[in-house]
T-cell receptor
Framework: DSGVTQTPKHLITATGQRVTLRCSPR?????VYWYQQSLDQGLQFLIQ???????AKGNILERFSAQQFPDLHSELNLSSLELGDSALYFC????????????FGPGTRLTVT | AQSVTQLGSHVSVSEGALVLLRCNYS??????LFWYVQYPNQGLQLLLK??????LVKGINGFEAEFKKSETSFHLTKPSAHMSDAAEYFC??????????????FGTGTRLTIIP
């Protein structure tokens, strides 16, 4: 158990819909990262928040957005869903110091039908 | 920009044999390097990390990796494979010039199969 929690574990929805994935970081961690894992793209960094502020953006689509709340939990919002958005979405957290390891949650498996 | 190449998307070894999973990185500045393991239907678990303190890094479950700057490599090894080592292994690099900006760039992964 990494200490990072993600809900829900599974999500099945239709094209065009909007979903919200939730992540609670390990106690004491200030940085939250979102990654997408798919068969064709592998593991890709989406976005990072540090203590409530966006710090880095990766290959995140404009239809996707995220935020980190004052209690440090984070939400990833995916809208206008397409079949190709089906993937595993991981949240990771770290203290935020240079070289710190990231601890990953169990992931949310999103299936878009 | 940094990148990671994992040679061999599938590796099979016999139980008790040496495990060698290859990882080469590309970075214009000294990198931080990580190996993660992913068991089926689970998240990623950190095996070990390199942060320049020592070139030979020991991790969990008997794994270790050696950082070789001249070869830009960070190969993962285990002297004797166990059935429980069957999983997917990811090498990752982090290059962080700025505090609080430490995204991981992952390799494509290597699926390790252990033959009884």
């Amino acid at each position: 158990d990494s200490g990072v929690t993600q809900t829900p574990k599974h999500l099945i929805t239709a094209t065009g819909q909007r979903v919200t994935l939730r992540c609670s970081p390990r106690s004491g961690d200030l940085s939250v990262y979102w990654y997408q894992q798919s068969l064709d793209q592998g593991l890709q960094f989406l976005i990072q928040y540090y203590n409530g502020e966006e710090r880095a953006k990766g290959n995140i689509l404009e239809r996707f957005s995220a935020q980190q709340f004052p209690d440090l939990h984070s939400e990833l919002n995916l809208s206008s869903l397409e079949l190709g958005d089906s993937a595993l979405y991981f949240c990771a957290s770290s203290v935020g110091r240079l070289g710190d390891e990231q601890y990953f949650g169990p992931g949310t498996r999103l299936t878009v039908t | 920009a940094q990148s990671v190449t994992q040679l061999g998307s599938h590796v099979s070894v016999s139980e008790g044999a040496l495990v060698l999973l290859r990882c080469n990185y590309s970075s214009s500045v000294p990198p931080y390097l990580f190996w993660y393991v992913q068991y089926p239907n689970q998240g990623l678990q950190l095996l070990l990390k390199y942060t320049s303190a020592a070139t030979l890094v020991k991790g969990i479950n008997g794994f270790e990796a050696e950082f070789k700057k001249s070869e830009t490599s960070f190969h993962l090894t285990k002297p004797s494979a166990h059935m429980s080592d069957a999983a997917e292994y990811f090498c990752a690099v982090s290059v962080s010039p700025d505090f609080g900006n430490e995204k991981l760039t992952f390799g494509t992964g290597t699926r390790l199969t252990i033959i009884p």
